[in-house]
């Protein structure tokens, strides 16, 4: 199948999950640099998966991809920080963690089917 739109991707509709969850993990921290750090990557993630798409050029999705990966990283590595700082629990860290590393394997696969 081919999508349409960006919102038919399921790396962008698991790129939307992970910021609304992001989001709820941070929403009662004071950190508000740290929260608003964290919170830009997360969401860095669908939007660059949604400008790729709408680029309409494999060069480009593929680019816009590569950032949506380095976004996740950035998540991912700022989740250890939030993990060692106490700022969330063992258990939401695992479920984010998880989220994170299965979405940037979707953006490599992805990313590795168009640039060929």
Do not use: P
């Amino acid at each position: 199948m081919t999508a349409e739109k960006f919102e038919d991707l399921i790396m962008w509709k698991k790129a939307v999950i992970l910021a609304k969850d992001v989001y709820c993990a941070f929403k009662n921290s004071r950190d508000f640099g740290f929260n608003d750090q964290i919170q830009r990557a997360a969401v860095s993630v669908s939007n660059n998966i949604a400008e790729g798409f709408e680029r309409k050029s494999r060069r480009q999705f593929h680019y816009f991809l590569e950032i949506a990966k380095g976004s996740c990283g950035e998540v991912r590595s700022m989740l250890y920080l939030a993990l060692t700082l106490e700022k969330i629990s063992e258990s939401q860290f695992k479920d984010l963690l998880d989220q994170t590393k299965q979405l940037s394997k979707l953006l490599q696969t992805f990313s590795n089917r168009i640039s060929h």
